[in-house]
């Protein structure tokens, strides 16, 4: 059993540069979010999912799309890559319905330069 | 909107110490809280959990944690440390209705000494 599996685990990017990152679960999961973590500043969440096809506003989502067109993945997208966009980037799912723990990929860490 | 403070950003304890983790909360009613670890070069695991009831709850690893309503607290504790609890620990907040968002202290990072 896999859990939460995150695409790719570091990457450097320029400046202007896009990419897309993989986040897949196999518990099915109704709920998925995306994270940031920075030194000092804990974890930020991007954008979060409560089902297939929806996506909604974290509290950092300047920068960043998403998609949930599979239940199973959940993708954030940079359009165009900046400095401030360095940091790790964490997955995590969780069912719905009394904060059941949320489960954590491994992370990304993503660096651009 | 809710806030979690973590005030301590690393502590250093020996060895079979005692441990205390500090964590206020910000919130107009009682929150869900959490606390959550996390070993280097991985996702963050939860340790325990209060939603209400007995306000000290028992988690994994040994830990346990008070909930107190009038300090608007929730600290971490451990009777006796271990080599392999050096990792950081992160305070978690949610609230009713939220999409079970979880807001995120600062972490504290905690280095065992033999």
């Known amino acids: 059993n896999a859990g939460v599996t995150q695409t790719p685990k570091f990457r450097v990017l320029k400046t202007g540069q896009s990419m897309t990152l993989l986040c897949a679960q196999d518990?099915?999961?109704?709920?998925m979010y995306w994270y940031r973590q920075d030194p000092g500043m804990g974890l930020r969440l991007i954008h979060y999912?409560?089902?297939?096809?929806?996506?909604a506003k974290g509290e950092v989502p300047d920068g960043y799309n998403v998609s949930r067109l599979k239940k199973q993945n959940f993708l954030l997208g940079l359009e165009s890559a900046a400095p401030s966009q360095t940091s790790v980037y964490f997955c995590?799912?969780?069912?719905?319905?009394?904060?059941?723990?949320?489960?954590f990929g491994d992370g990304t860490r993503l660096s651009i330069l | 909107a809710q806030s979690v403070t973590q005030p301590d950003i690393h502590i250093t304890v020996s060895e079979g110490a005692s441990l205390e983790l500090r964590c206020n909360y910000s919130?107009?009613?009682?929150?869900?809280l959490f606390w959550y670890v996390q070993s280097p070069g991985q996702g963050l695991q939860l340790l325990l959990k209060?939603?209400?009831?007995?306000?000290l709850v028992q988690g994994i690893k040994g830990f346990e944690a008070e909930f107190k309503r009038s300090q608007s607290s929730f600290n971490l504790r451990k009777p006796s440390v271990h080599w392999s609890d050096a990792a950081e620990y992160f305070c978690?907040?949610?609230?009713?209705?939220?999409?079970?968002?979880?807001?995120f202290g600062t972490g504290t990072r905690l280095t065992i000494i033999p």
């Open positions: 518990m099915n999961h109704e709920y």
């Open positions: 978690a907040v949610g609230v009713p209705f939220g999409n079970e968002k979880l807001t």
């Open positions: 919130y107009g009613a009682t929150p869900y």
């Open positions: 999912s409560v089902g297939e096809g929806t996506t």
């Open positions: 209060y939603f209400s009831g007995d306000t």
């Open positions: 995590a799912s969780t069912p719905p319905g009394g904060f059941q723990p949320q489960h």
